[in-house]
């Protein structure tokens, strides 16, 4: 209830946030953010203090709101309008396979390592998002569909020539 309380209440406020703020440093934000919740949880089990667990929790729950809403209010300024059906289901595939595989590995790690070893191997996955996130600089324009490559080539290879596309994905 800690972790899945906040994203279903902050949803409103995160899309104030979101509306408000450069999307690309609003997710480096996110991730720092969720990064000290991370570590602050993982403080929490190594001391014995549960209710800093939970609020940790809490936090990063609350964060997780905010960028459920910023990844795909950013998408539109990464890939031209013709193109953004196929990037928002390249976005929910990467998603749900990084939701998958997450917890496949949360569940190993907390099984085979502890809780502690499994928070501190969660804490680079946020700094890995953090850097992936930076790298990302939304174009001044967006191009058009003229300006793509020609028809016929393969998703995967607009997704490799799209750097800001390609960051975006590899974060989750």
Known sequence: LVRLAPPILGGG??????????????????ELGRGVAVAVALGGVLTGQLLAVFVALGVSGALLA???????ALLPGLVPKEQLPSANAALGLAKDGAMTLGAVGAGVALSWLGAAVALAADLGTFAAAMVLYSLIRAPARVATEADDAPPGRSALGYLLRSRPLFFLILSF
């Open 13 to 30: 406020l995160a899309a104030f946030v979101v509306d408000r703020m450069r999307k690309e440093r609003l997710l480096v934000l996110i």
């Open 66 to 72: 905010v960028s459920n809403a910023a990844v795909p």
